[in-house]
């Protein structure tokens, strides 16, 4: 008992505290990682070839794109 006459449930503070701890831990050590650090696979190669049509109808190629970055996002 406590001086407040609530018994402490030691379960439930050792399930929290296992829970919160190795969080912090992975929370800390993840921030201090630098995500630019990972090398990109198709970085400095060239974009293949492509021809898309527009939503106004004008076609759109990577000739277009010549001598400029491209990102492709899926």
Not at 4 to 13: A, E, Y
Not at 38 to 64: C, H, K, N, Y
């Amino acid at each position: 008992m406590t001086a407040n006459g609530r018994s402490v449930n030691w379960g439930i503070l050792l399930a929290g505290l296992a829970t919160v701890i190795p969080l912090i831990y992975l929370l800390g050590t993840g921030f201090g990682n630098n995500p630019n650090a990972v090398p990109f696979a198709l970085e400095s190669r060239p974009a293949p070839e492509f021809e898309l049509q527009t939503l106004d109808g004008t076609t759109f190629s990577s000739a277009d794109l010549q001598g400029e970055g491209l990102g492709i996002n899926f």
